[in-house]
């Protein structure tokens, strides 16, 4: 538990997560036991040796390819729909005891499909564990369907022919199309024709970028018609582009515990949360790849707070426009924002009687 005065204020804060990866939140202990039900062999590579030894390497990833070589090995493991159930439910669960109540969640269908798992197994899979968060706690979710960077543009052609095959944006299983996987190195603009499609079609759009990139990555992402920008930390080092994003009331999703594992930052001190208040650019907090960087929402809350000890003010700007940039209808929001107001005028309440 983080040593802050404002924990159990930030614990029950409401929040909206947009950015967690539903690969990402595999832990280690549930890849040895998804293995062991699919009779899958893990790696020779001893840091597969027990849930210990892989959790001391997560420790030390180098960059975010390092990491993507073992988010995609880890990953494996996850065969059947009821694979797919289980490791969305685990997650919800988690991020339900963390006071989230929306959560916007990326999977990554090629990488899935290139080891020979059927697109109706893995949408069909997730679906159920968002559905059992809706019923059991009460969460509103949405789907996200992630290209990758690292394939072939014509496997993300197969993937999106798929989901546009099956309808799913009309009958709202998948809610909005996003990009990821490494950064630099792959053409800026790989998914051009893919989100010019998509954007015809009114389906929402972010993408990963100004993670490890420049800025141009975000103006990129921006000029193919993402409406959100997922890090976007590297933001700071254009100021025109900035108040662009400010201007527009674009969201960057940051994630400060992934920026450190990642080493785009040294700390979390790093992380330009105080520049964004500042020139009043949007965004959310969010935990990535929770199972790998060391920690869910509600830590990457407490570490924001541990580096830049905001006021319950600054919070609740936080709060409120990450539900007002959530991918929902206007009730849920207006639920969202009650139940802030509710949790900030009882945090006052009861602090000023204590004062
Ligand atoms: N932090 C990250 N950046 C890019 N792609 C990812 N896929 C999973 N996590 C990612
Ligand atoms: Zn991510």
Redesign the pocket.
């Known amino acids: 538990m983080c040593q802050s005065p404002l924990h159990e204020f930030l614990k029950g804060l409401p929040k909206c997560e947009h950015h967690v990866?539903l690969e990402?939140t595999l832990e280690p202990e549930l890849i040895f036991e998804l293995a062991a039900r699919n009779g899958i062999t893990l790696p020779t590579d001893p840091v597969y040796t027990s849930v210990e030894t892989l959790k001391t390497r997560y420790e030390h990833f180098s960059n975010?390819d390092d990491f993507?070589h073992f988010?995609f090995e880890g990953m494996v493991v996850l065969r059947t729909e009821q694979d797919f159930a289980d490791v969305a439910w685990a997650y919800f669960q988690k991020a339900h005891a963390d006071g989230v109540h929306h959560a916007e969640v990326f999977f990554d269908p090629q990488v899935h499909e290139s080891r020979g798992v059927p697109y109706d197994t893995i949408v069909t899979g997730f679906s159920e564990g968002c559905k059992r968060a809706e019923t059991e706690l009460g969460l509103s979710t949405r789907l996200i369907l992630c290209f990758v960077r690292h394939l072939p543009v014509s496997s993300a052609k197969e993937v999106y022919d798929e989901f546009v095959a099956h309808k799913h944006f009309e009958s709202g299983v998948v809610h909005g199309l996003g990009w990821?996987?490494s950064?630099v190195g792959p053409p800026k603009d790989m998914f051009r024709e893919i989100y010019a499609s998509a954007a015809q079609k009114n389906i929402p759009l972010t993408a990963?970028a100004g993670?490890e990139g420049d800025p141009t990555y975000i103006s990129t992402a921006l000029e193919l018609g993402a409406q959100r920008i997922d890090?976007g930390i590297r933001l700071v080092e254009n100021e025109e582009l900035m108040q662009h994003v400010a201007r527009e009331g674009i969201l960057l999703t940051v994630?400060p515990l992934?920026n450190v594992r990642?080493r785009c930052v040294t700390s979390v001190k790093e992380v330009p949360i105080r520049r964004f208040l500042e020139a009043g650019v949007k965004f959310s907090i969010n935990s990535?790849?929770p199972a790998y960087f060391g920690g869910y929402i509600l830590d990457n809350y407490c570490a924001v707070q541990e580096a830049f000890s905001l006021n319950v003010q600054e919070w609740r700007i936080i709060a409120e426009n990450s539900v007002q940039e959530s991918w929902v209808e206007d009730s849920r929001k207006a639920e969202m924002l009650a139940s802030i107001e509710a949790h900030i005028n009882e945090y006052t309440r009861m602090h000023t009687i204590a004062v």
């Open positions: 990866h990402g975010l993507l988010f990821s996987s950064e990963h993670e890090h994630c992934s990642l990535d790849d």
